[in-house]
């Protein structure tokens, strides 16, 4: 059997099928790294998305493999042989099947060196999404057999990819529940609100029994000999549909935002003061550790003695407990799985510090909290990469005002902010006037 797939590799189009998938996947992937460097998770689920590209080219090369066969006249040179139909098949749908699964882990592997040396966390959903992925490989590649063995024509694989496209972007929007649309399009679902998010385990399942019930009907009509039989392919769909729609939470039951509560614990310094990541950003800890502990030393007059990641998410809402002694800091990653923006990482600190807890909701005052920030790290509040993402003249002011006094007077109206902050007091003339 093993010569006999080698001899089909070399003879068919799958080699250079691999090589488009894998090619076309890799430029996908590394055109928009900023939206995977997160970590495994994260760039698994992204790869998950981009099957609205590689799906239709496995498609494609399916077809245009049947059309190759058929314009060689390879079946009716088999038809000579004494082997029934479903045994002639077998080697072309294991190497189309070997191609694409190679391709699809070529460019997962070609992502990964990226943020090999930042992504801490491997959750087993990770190896769930690509093993759906690959399903939808293989489904893909061999329901593009079997189009194009029943449209022997040049012009069916283009056709079929395109079409492909098409329906796997547009067609779950027809559908009304958005739990139904994500199981029967296994690259709808995938979109990422924090880096916290994951796939249920019950949409995965679904997702993988549509595309296995896709690839059996592919086979059935690549099996049948009489094209008057091709109907018979609707039977493993409609079981398939059926199973699907039975598995997938639909309606209010349905999240499109699935949160993993492992990835959100943090992980903390062993020695004090303590600063904790989350398990999702853990490789950065020793990036943000010296920045967080810098902030904690300019807070020394305040109660804060130790700094934790801001874990909140919108998608569903989170967020953790207020905490008298901790800071919460924001951490975003960078194209390359660091931390981004590390000239802002302490600014982002102290501002939030002195604006309170998002529960303060109009109460927090973001120029004065600017203000405040950057009188503690003895810089003017500035506009740019490693500054304020906007210009703030307000802060400025207020800032220069706070230089002009005596150092005690300064921090005793900085930490006077802080502690009406932290109780979601009205901060706005604490500057000017001083600690009440």
């Keep these: 059997m093993n010569r006999i797939l080698g001899i089909e590799l070399r003879r068919s189009a799958a080699l250079g099928a691999a090589l488009l998938i894998a090619v076309a996947g890799a430029i996908v992937l590394h055109a928009t790294p900023g939206r995977w460097s997160a970590g495994w998770m994260a760039l698994a689920m992204r790869q998950r998305e981009y099957l609205a590209v590689l799906s239709p080219l ?22 000579t042989a004494p082997r029934p139909r479903p045994q002639r098949i077998v080697p072309i749908l294991l190497a189309t099947a070997l191609a694409v699964l190679v391709a699809y882990l070529v460019t997962l592997l070609a992502a990964a060196p990226r943020i090999a040396d930042t992504a801490r966390y491997l959750p087993p959903a990770a190896f769930v999404v690509v093993a759906v992925g690959l399903i939808a490989m293989i489904a893909s590649v061999w329901l593009g057999l079997a189009v194009g063995r029943l449209l022997p024509a040049l012009a069916t694989a283009p056709a079929l990819a395109v079409l492909g496209f098409a329906l796997l972007i547009l067609a779950p929007h027809a559908l009304a529940d958005d739990g139904v649309a994500a199981a029967f399009s296994p690259a709808l679902g995938m979109s990422m609100f924090s880096d916290y998010d994951t796939v249920g385990a019950r949409v995965s399942i679904a997702q993988a029994l549509w595309m296995a019930a896709v690839a059996v009907a592919a086979v059935v009509l690549l099996a049948v000999h009489n094209r008057k039989f091709a109907l018979t392919a609707l039977a493993p769909l409609a079981i398939g549909a059926t199973a699907t729609t039975l598995v997938v939470p639909t309606g209010h039951a349905y999240d499109r935002s699935t949160l993993d509560p492992v990835a959100q614990e943090l992980v903390c310094t062993h020695d004090t003061p303590r600063v904790c990541v989350s398990r999702a950003h853990e490789g950065l800890l020793s990036e943000v ?14 109660a804060l003695v130790q700094a934790h990641e801001d874990t909140s998410t919108l998608f569903p809402p989170t967020s953790p407990s207020p905490r008298a002694d901790t800071a919460l800091m924001t951490i975003t990653v960078d194209k ?34 600017t203000a405040a920030a950057y009188w503690l790290l003895d810089r003017e509040p500035t506009a740019g990469s490693d500054g304020l993402e906007f210009d703030d003249p307000d802060a400025v002011k207020l800032w220069k005002k706070l230089r002009a006094l005596p150092r005690a007077e300064a921090e005793a109206r900085v930490t006077a902010v802080q502690q009406a902050a932290q109780k979601c007091q009205d901060t706005t003339n604490l ?3 001083g600690a009440r």
């Design 58 to 79: 496995a498609m494609a090369a399916g077809a245009w493999q049947s059309y190759r066969e058929h314009r060689a006249k390879t079946g009716e040179l088999f038809a």
């Design 336 to 369: 390359r799985g660091h931390l981004a923006h590390p000239g802002r990482f302490e600014p982002t600190l102290l501002t939030g510090v002195f604006t309170g807890p998002p529960s303060c909701g109009d109460n927090r005052d973001f120029t004065v909290a």
């Design 431 to 433: 500057l000017t006037r």
């Design 289 to 302: 550790t010296p920045k967080a502990r810098h902030a904690l030393k300019l807070l020394s007059r305040t």
